[in-house]
């Protein structure tokens, strides 16, 4: 059933075996499959169905530099379904070299495998409906779709890596009805947790205080207690529940909040291509189940070895959009109408380089000289994505030039200087807000470099094309708009060591018995990849742990209580 808090009672206690929070891109999938394995689950949301500006403010807080990250409620949806209400359905596994301990990598290495996510990797493939789990064009796309790039043959690098994208699921619209029906499971909206109340000596969670924004006050009882509410607002709860420990729950070592991770994105360089524009493929291909999936551009995990450096992809991409100098009609457009797009979306298209008026009126230019081109765009659009159920991904150009920009996605080195801290304001409930001060190394911005130069070296081995980059200008241009978007990692990260790290290999809390951390929160490094299917995976592994953990204890089970 789902209900909204505003019918609790001030003081009221709900007990359960599982008590989730966080409705989003983990918590309604664990939800459901904690339910289907016979467990009385309690799923709690902050938020409501669709946006509210008075939750979503609760998001607030401070920015040490506004220049390399952005406003703290941005990117993230505080609201039933969570941030996939907004996603754009990217899906990508991290790959194996990402679990590994790299010499060249300082803070790297995961406590668990690859392989011992594979089964969950295909789980959540189904449960974000992005197709079957194959990430390799050769084997996943029909024989005979054309290659990426016709001709480039290399043992350094390849281009056969696949991302596959989402309808985008919303997974509280999606599984609504599921939620609703089925009887192990009570959702509760409106229930902002605003404390973990730990036992006397600290060794598990007794309860969680919660509250509505009216202020009505009540707790959550339960065997086990699991987080998913993201990586920023995971190591807020955690420092903010400081009443039995003053550094906070899990925060023994004051690791809890470092190592805060995004990814290094941005568009670079100048792409020439020299062979016939039909040997380039750089849109999406269409899976034999009818999933979208685009190609990308890596270096092998050997050459990545001997490079010593970060997992990097590259994408092909039309030229910079502010720049009217394009001349493509489109691109032009979508400037124009950059203040009607979520700010999510339109920030890489408010440059501060903007020349005033005459920018403008060169990118209208742009539009009255391709009128043709413009209109097929906007009836494709309509078409494909504004009517479609599952929506073409992002706007992808016919390029007539084999002229293109690449699109740099690079993991970032852990960093403890990198944080998420308390400062001394308090949200509309109470609880601290915090400060974000992210921070990028020598480390990410060379690692794109080296990345970018195989991908020079192969082109002129190969003659077939050029890269040219500024290098004086490359860690301007790669970090115009410093941290890329909503990933946010590395906050409560995993480890065997609890003095450098918060959870361990099943994701509970170090020192707590019975509190997990299902987020991208507990990654130890961040990948190439966005981290939404490999933040579910864990999270239906956490699933299987905390099962087969019930079945060989003699814990007695709570009863069900009404909401």
């Not at 808090?5 to 929070?21: F, Q």
């Not at 229930?191 to 009505?216: F, K, P, Y």
């Not at 032009?332 to 903007?354: C, H, M, P, Q, T």
Request: proline share 5%; aromatic share 8%.
């Amino acid at each position: 059933m789902i209900k909204n808090a505003a019918d609790i009672r001030e003081g009221e206690t709900l007990d359960s075996e599982v008590v989730i929070v966080g409705a989003g891109a983990a918590g309604i999938p664990m939800a459901l499959e904690f339910a289907e394995a016979g467990f009385q689950v309690l799923l709690l949301e902050s938020g409501e169905p669709g946006q509210n500006d008075e939750i979503q403010s609760l998001y607030s807080g401070t920015v040490t530099d506004q220049a390399l990250h952005n406003p703290t409620d941005t990117y993230r949806q505080r609201r039933l379904g969570g941030t996939t209400a907004i996603w754009g359905g990217r899906c990508v596994p991290f790959d194996p070299i990402d679990f590994e301990k790299r010499p060249y990598l300082n803070y790297s290495g995961w406590p668990i495998k690859f392989e011992q996510l594979t089964p969950f990797f295909e789980k959540a493939n189904d449960w974000l409906e992005a197709g079957a789990y194959d990430y390799d064009a050769r084997t996943a796309l029909t024989p005979g779709t054309p290659e990426q790039i016709k001709g480039l043959e290399s043992v350094r690098l390849h281009t056969n890596s696949l991302e596959r994208f989402s309808r985008p699921t919303d997974l509280y619209i999606r599984y609504k009805r599921r939620l609703e029906l089925h009887p192990n499971l009570r959702v509760l909206s409106g229930a902002n947790c605003i404390g973990i109340r730990l036992s006397e000596q600290g060794g598990q969670v007794e309860h969680l205080e919660l509250s509505t924004l009216a202020g009505t006050k009540f707790f959550a009882k339960g065997i086990n207690y699991v987080l998913s509410v993201g990586g920023i607002e995971t190591a807020r709860l955690l420092l903010a529940s400081n009443d039995v420990n003053p550094s906070g729950v899990g925060n023994d070592h004051d690791v809890v909040g470092r190592f805060y991770q995004c990814h290094i994105a941005g568009n670079v360089g100048k792409l020439t291509f020299s062979g016939p524009i039909d040997s380039i493929h750089h849109g999406y291909d269409v899976s034999p189940e009818g999933i979208y999936c685009r190609r990308r551009i890596m270096l092998t995990e050997l050459e990545q070895k001997r490079l010593a450096v970060n997992n990097v992809v590259l994408r092909l991409h039309f030229p910079k959009i502010i720049d009217p100098s394009h001349k493509n009609g489109v691109l032009s457009s979508l400037f124009i109408l950059k203040w009607f797009i979520r700010y999510e979306y339109a920030v890489r298209l408010k440059d501060g380089n903007e020349q005033g008026i005459l920018h403008y009126l060169k990118h209208v230019m742009n539009i009255v000289t391709t009128p043709l081109d413009t209109l097929a765009f906007a009836f494709n659009w309509l078409r494909k994505r504004s009517l479609a159920s599952r929506k073409f991904p992002s706007v992808i150009l016919t390029n007539k030039s084999n002229l293109f920009s690449l699109e740099v996605h690079g993991e970032q080195e852990p960093n403890p200087e990198s944080r998420i801290t308390l400062t001394g304001d308090k949200d509309a409930l109470g609880v601290p807000k915090i400060n974000i001060d992210w921070r990028y190394t020598k480390n990410d911005i060379s690692s794109a470099r080296k990345t970018l130069q195989v991908f020079a070296d192969e082109l002129e081995r190969t003659g077939l094309g050029k890269l040219e980059i500024d290098e004086g200008r490359f860690e301007e241009e790669l970090m115009r708009f410093g941290a890329y978007g909503g990933h946010h990692i590395g906050t409560a990260r995993m480890g065997v060591d609890p003095e450098t790290s918060v959870v361990d290999e099943n994701l509970k809390v170090h020192g707590v018995s019975n509190l997990y951390i299902a987020s991208s929160a507990v990654f130890p490094t961040s990948s190439q990849a966005n981290p939404t299917l490999t933040l579910l995976a864990l999270g239906l592994r956490l699933v299987g742990h905390i099962t087969l953990k019930s079945k060989d204890s003699a814990v007695q089970r709570r009863p069900s209580a009404s909401v």
